[in-house]
Nanobody
């Protein structure tokens, strides 16, 4: 059974950092692109970042470029989102999601409709 579990969300002050983890089970990362999405109250779900199943290609929303870094550890079957220079507008529930691709593909995407498997989410709050 394919499963995704996020962790690492917390309350942090503006300018601070957090690292989110997305632990995958029931499948291997070499067949799936993994995306991070977020949803703030009253707003639509927004694509934040994505890493290809090959691990060699990444994509970021303009709002997080230069501040967030996505990475994967195939040995741990886990994808990370390192978030630096956090702003209050980064406050949201963060979800990771998986999309089946060809083996070792370079596909990346930020549209939530492209991803079929989702975790339960982890809350990130940026506030002083």
């Amino acid at each position: 059974q394919l499963r995704l579990e996020e962790s690492g969300g917390d309350l942090v002050q503006p300018g601070g950092s957090l690292r989110l983890s997305c632990a995958a089970s029931g499948f291997t990362l070499n067949y799936y692109a993994i995306g991070w999405f977020r949803q703030a109250p009253g707003k639509e779900r927004e694509g934040v970042s994505c890493i290809s199943s090959s691990g060699g290609r990444t994509k970021y929303a303009d709002s997080v470029k230069g501040r967030f870094t996505i990475s994967g550890d195939n040995a741990k079957n886990t994808v990370y989102l390192q978030m630096n220079s956090l702003k209050p507008e980064d406050t949201a529930v963060y979800y990771c999601a998986a999309q089946r691709t060809a083996y070792y593909s370079s596909y990346v995407g930020l549209g939530h409709y492209e991803f079929h498997y989702w975790g339960q989410g982890t809350q990130v709050t940026v506030s002083s």
